[in-house]
């Protein structure tokens, strides 16, 4: 069984920085696509980053493309996203989620991600 356990969210100014991290257990992580969405309220979640199986390739939404970094370490069974310029209009909750079909970025789909964390807030005052 897989799981994926998100944390770093929090409160912060505009213009601060967060790191979430999402530690994989239960199947071999390094083999599989992994990805950051978000949900603020009232709206659909959306994607925000994702990164294959060695790191060698990401994708970013425009929206966060330039502000946010996706990386992962193996060896920590761990997938991060360092968010800095952080505005209001970034507050949501962030979801890891896994891909276990695909080694490579594939989609932005929602539906390609079998797995998913519980997800972390996060919130930024203006």
């Known amino acids: 069984q897989v799981q994926l356990v998100e944390s770093g969210g929090g409160l912060v100014q505009a213009g601060g920085s967060l790191r979430l991290s999402c530690a994989a257990s239960g199947r071999t992580f390094s083999s599989d696509a992994m990805a950051w969405f978000r949900q603020a309220p009232g709206k659909e979640r959306e994607f925000v980053a994702a990164i294959n199986w060695n790191g060698g390739s990401t994708d970013y939404a425009d929206s966060v493309k330039g502000r946010f970094t996706i990386h992962r370490d193996n060896a920590k069974n761990t997938v991060y996203l360092q968010m800095n310029s952080l505005q209001p209009e970034d507050t949501a909750v962030y979801y890891c989620?896994?891909?276990?079909?695909?080694?490579?970025?594939?989609?932005?789909?929602?539906?390609?991600?079998?797995?998913w964390g519980q997800g972390t807030q996060v919130r930024v005052s203006s």
């Open positions: 989620a896994k891909d276990p079909t695909s080694r490579n970025l594939r989609t932005r789909s929602t539906s390609a991600f079998a797995f």
